[in-house]
């Protein structure tokens, strides 16, 4: 498991954003085009059938399958840099990271401008605490204790 300082979390979280923001988009258009379709198969349930455009269904059905890809491959490459993406709906991600003995996860949400929590694996999002000097002095060697 690839673990993260607090400053390498950090200089990521540009290119995740946008990583984030692509997901989510394409999630919601991917929901926008089920929900189409299953309105359309409400209208022909509740009219006891009718003539259904099927090129038009095809492709709205092909651009769900795109949008869900463009999901697919953005979670993959956040997963291929080494973060944890914990809730999509949210742009929740864990970056896991050594502290003392222990792998710990920092821990950041879409909108927050730095990363300012971490959690234990075990104690996920409700256990989250502020990021403190042991995380800090880890990130930047320079800020030892005299």
Request: net charge negative; with cysteine; glycine share 4%.
């Amino acid at each position: 498991m690839k673990t993260f300082t607090l400053d390498e979390a950090q200089s990521l979280l540009p290119v995740l954003e946008s990583l984030l923001k692509r997901a989510i988009e394409c999630k919601t258009s991917a929901e926008q085009a089920e929900s189409d379709i299953s309105e359309l198969a409400q209208r022909i349930y509740l009219a006891g059938g009718m003539r259904v455009d099927v090129s038009k269904v095809a492709k709205i059905r092909a651009e769900a399958e795109t949008h869900l890809q463009c999901v697919r491959e953005s979670v993959a490459e956040m997963d291929s840099i080494g973060v944890q993406v914990k809730d999509l709906e949210s742009g929740l991600l864990d970056f896991p990271c050594r502290l003392d003995d222990e792998v710990v996860l920092l821990c950041w949400r879409m909108g927050e401008t730095t990363i300012e929590h971490w959690h234990t694996m075990e104690s996920g999002f409700k256990g989250r605490q502020p990021v403190d000097e042991r995380f800090r002095r880890r990130s930047n060697p320079s800020r030892r204790p005299n």
